[in-house]
């Protein structure tokens, strides 16, 4: 979903979030790299200066697996939002974001337009977790058992992986 910044009213515009609207689920399972489970919420884009802010709030579980045990999780994400954007002239860029604040989240507009799709998805990246592990924060475990690593290591003593022999060939190379 694209806003022509130049068709914004002063007081901007509502976009409601739901699962329903594919332009939003497919931004947050692109960000999240999982099915949605839920999504809503509510951002108001308006016009400052020769940008956009984009403000409100946002929340999304997605299904993904625990990095440490592999089972189903839930991740459930949400907040605040408060991303400003700016027109894009390349050139200008390195000068304009070394004159703003170190911690201001930032976008850019594409030939005057703010794609909506990308302040989601630019959201949800900014709130994930690096590591997903069961019960830690925001992500809830989907099944029965506990977090424990799936196989042991084979031991020692047997033949490598002959996938490991071959990347040795190439790493040589
Ligand atoms: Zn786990």
Do not use: N
Request: charged residues 25%; negative net charge; hydrophobic residues 45%.
């Amino acid at each position: 979903m694209r806003i022509r910044v130049a068709d914004l009213d002063p007081q901007g515009v509502q976009v409601a979030l739901d699962a329903g609207a594919a332009w939003a689920r497919e931004a947050v399972e692109g960000a999240l790299d999982g099915p949605v489970l839920a999504l809503d919420g509510l951002l108001t884009v308006r016009p400052v200066g020769p940008g956009v802010v984009a403000q409100g709030h946002a929340r999304a579980s997605v299904e993904r697996s625990c990095d440490r045990c592999l089972a189903a999780v839930r991740l459930d994400l949400g907040g605040e939002v408060d991303l400003y954007f700016q027109p894009s002239p390349p050139v200008a860029v390195e000068r304009e974001v070394a004159l703003l604040p170190d911690d201001l989240d930032l976008g850019f507009l594409e030939d005057g337009e703010l794609d909506l799709g990308a302040v989601v998805a630019e959201f949800f990246l900014l709130e994930a977790p690096a590591v997903l592990r069961c019960g830690e924060g925001s992500v809830a475990r989907l099944e029965e058992g506990t977090c424990t690593p799936p196989a042991a290591a084979p031991p020692a003593d047997q033949e490598p992986d002959p996938r490991f022999a071959a990347l040795k060939a190439f790493k040589s190379r």
